[in-house]
């Protein structure tokens, strides 16, 4: 892993929950009747799409990062067509992990926070694991 400045550093991504962010469908999908709401799965999507731009920038070539922990905590439901701003921020950085907290915001204020820790392995590493050749 490339050295340089990244605790501290931020990113920010504004996005508009639409249906095809809400559980429906998937096997969290809530009981008949509840509201459609920015569901788990697609909101921890957005977070590691987002804390990964943080961290790419000091992958070497040969590197990859991969998830390594995820946690959300919900504060408040988030329904489709609100607008959220996500923030990431860089909080650990250790030789082969990186810790980032993501604040999930709307007009009403922190709708969920969560912690993405991110380990960073060699390609050749992480295609081993999974018992693979080549890339």
Do not use: K
């Amino acid at each position: 892993m490339r050295t340089g400045r990244a605790r501290g550093r931020s990113r920010q991504r504004e996005l508009v929950v639409d249906a095809s962010m809400t559980d429906a469908g998937r096997a969290t999908e809530l009981p008949d009747g509840l509201p459609q709401t920015f569901g788990t799965l697609a909101m921890g999507d957005a977070i590691a799409s987002l804390a990964r731009e943080l961290l790419a920038e000091h992958l070497d070539a040969d590197e990859v990062a991969v998830p390594g922990r995820i946690e959300i905590i919900h504060r408040n439901p988030i329904p489709v067509g609100a607008t959220v701003l996500l923030e990431a921020t860089v909080q650990v950085v250790e030789p082969s992990r990186v810790t980032c907290e993501v604040l999930v915001r709307t007009d009403a204020g922190v709708s969920a926070r969560a912690s993405y820790e991110q380990e960073v392995v060699a390609r050749s590493e992480w295609l081993g694991r999974l018992g693979t050749l080549a890339a």
